[in-house]
């Protein structure tokens, strides 16, 4: 079992460093970045972050790999035919409920 004064200071310790990872940009860059190629990384930042957390969610979340693979045309089809977000989660949820309900059958 974990004693108390380390796991406070376990946390002291996590919280200092998500703190400093937050505040050193904002103190080190206060004039408006002018290079174009560090604007232009820095503007794909959160998407590469976003899909980097996403897709390995997508394939390990589920029983089957077809049931992700087909989850996940349902998506990129339904957001290339610019359905709203909710419609995207939904299309690509019911599809993977059915291919499980489907598999879980043929298996």
Known sequence: MIRTDVFFLYLLVMAGVTYLIRALPLVLCREKIENRFIRSFLYYIPYAVLSAMTIP???YS???LISALLG??????LSFMEKKLLTVAI???CTVFIVECVMKFLV
């Open 62 to 64: 589920t029983g089957y």
């Open 72 to 77: 996940l045309a349902v998506a990129v089809i």
């Open 91 to 93: 299309g690509a949820c």
């Open 57 to 59: 969610a997508i394939f």
